[in-house]
């Protein structure tokens, strides 16, 4: 749950200082796009219940550009892998 402090400015320091800030942060960033609120995204294609558009929202700060998208691919790839149960990854 770490926050880009280059995308999601005025963060910074508390996002470097506080877990739950990062998490709170994080989720609200996610929640924000999911239920319809970001509309300044809309030029972009954007629209609300989109919940792979609001993850790479949440890293890239864009909506399914370049590196929203690699996010996104990446993510899928951990889920789909579940890399988390494999002992050291």
């Known amino acids: 749950m770490q926050i880009k402090r280059t995308i999601w400015r005025g963060s910074y320091p508390l996002s470097r200082r506080s877990t739950a800030f990062n998490v709170d942060l994080s989720a609200a960033i996610v929640r924000q ?22 993850v790479g929202y949440y890293y890239s700060g864009g909506w399914y550009d370049a590196g929203a998208r690699r996010y996104i691919a990446t993510v899928r790839r951990h889920l789909a892998e579940r890399t988390w149960t494999r002992l050291g990854s």
Request: aromatic share 18%; proline share 0%; no cysteine.
């Open 33 to 54: 796009a999911y239920d319809g609120r970001a509309d300044w995204l809309r030029r972009h294609g954007y629209r609300a219940g989109d919940i792979w558009g609001s």
